[in-house]
């Protein structure tokens, strides 16, 4: 069975700090880039941070820039997000997905696998 799968979210209080994981199972992250998205209640989906195949490129959202950092283990086959700093703002369900490209791809339909989501709650 194909699937992502990610851990780490929780609630945090703000400035924060906390690392998301996205394990692959079934097949190999190799050959697949690998974005990070969030959605909110009642906001649109958005994409946070994105990683090339290889950990050679990343980018982020602007209001992730300096404090998120993606990275990956292909042979552990999985990607993280750190994320540093948070916010109430930041407040969202985030996935986890793979796209069959060696460099970032932006759009969601490019990506063909999802992971189910992990819930991060920034809050005092």
């Known amino acids: 069975q194909l699937q992502l799968v990610e851990s780490g979210g929780g609630l945090v209080q703000p400035g924060g700090s906390l690392r998301l994981s996205c394990a692959a199972s079934g097949f190999t992250l190799d050959y697949y880039a690998i974005g990070w998205f969030r959605q909110a209640p009642g906001k649109e989906r958005e994409g946070v941070s994105c990683?090339?195949?290889?950990?050679?490129?990343?980018n982020y959202v602007d209001s992730g820039k300096g404090r998120f950092t993606i990275s990956r283990d292909n042979v552990k086959n999985t990607v993280y997000l750190q994320m540093n700093s948070l916010k109430p703002e930041d407040t969202a369900i985030y996935y986890c997905a793979a796209a069959p490209s060696w460099l970032c791809v932006s759009e969601p339909g490019e990506y063909d696998y999802w992971g189910q989501g992990t819930q991060v709650t920034v809050s005092s």
């Open positions: 990683i090339s195949s290889r950990g050679g490129s990343a």
